[in-house]
């Protein structure tokens, strides 16, 4: 029987190769392991992001996709709880493939990232459905982070494209907009939606009981003529009624 000795595990270790996927699950008592599927037409770009987080046991590589139609086809798939989507892809680009990804499989969640900050696209970025956006120049952690962030139900968007963002959402939030036919009221239980509050949360954050949250929420369905969470998360978010995260910078040490 032919033995694995020391030494030919060394001469396999030092051959380069990209670092094996972390398809556990997790430790038992743990937090529950994040899917992560890797969109980018780059191979070394997805081999570089698979170095960044395959030592975090909590995120687990799923899949890579290359362009924007085979991210689809992944993620419907694989079922990942986040996409790291690419914005410039061929055959179907990561902007386009976020909107029909959150029409479709609206519980999958997509941070999209970019080389370029695309400041005058940042109003459609937010509106496709993404939960955050990152430029390329991140740090590991600061990606990580991100990552965490965008699974936990928040937003995450890189300090410039916050800025940019939150300066549209306060240029656009005229007398006459949708929001402006909510009540005060109406407009914490949306906050509290979109933040991923449940009723019974809402209701003790608000001092008032569930049912009348419920209430809330439908009147805030009607008025708004938008009939699921993920279409009032996007809402808030693109009204400014929930404050967008933006990304911790580190502490200089200086």
Known sequence: MNRITPKTKRTAASLGAAPARNLGTGKPGGPRSIRVLLADDHPVVRWGLSCCLTPH???????????????????????????????????????????????????????????????????RIVQSGARGFILKDIKPPELVAAILRVAAGETCFSPDAARQALTHFAQSCRPDSPAAALTSRERQVLAGIADGLSNKQLASRLGISARTIETHRNHIMHKLDIHTIAGLTRFAIAQGIVVIHEIAQPHSND
């Open 57 to 123: 046991e909590q995120l687990v590589v799923v899949g890579e996709a290359a362009d924007g139609l085979e991210a689809l086809r992944k993620a419907k798939e694989l079922c990942p709880d986040v996409v790291l989507m690419d914005v410039d892809m061929p055959q179907l680009n990561g902007l386009a493939a976020t909107e029909i990804l959150q029409r479709e499989r609206p519980e999958i969640k997509v941070l999209l990232v970019s080389m370029h900050s695309y400041a005058g696209q940042m109003p």
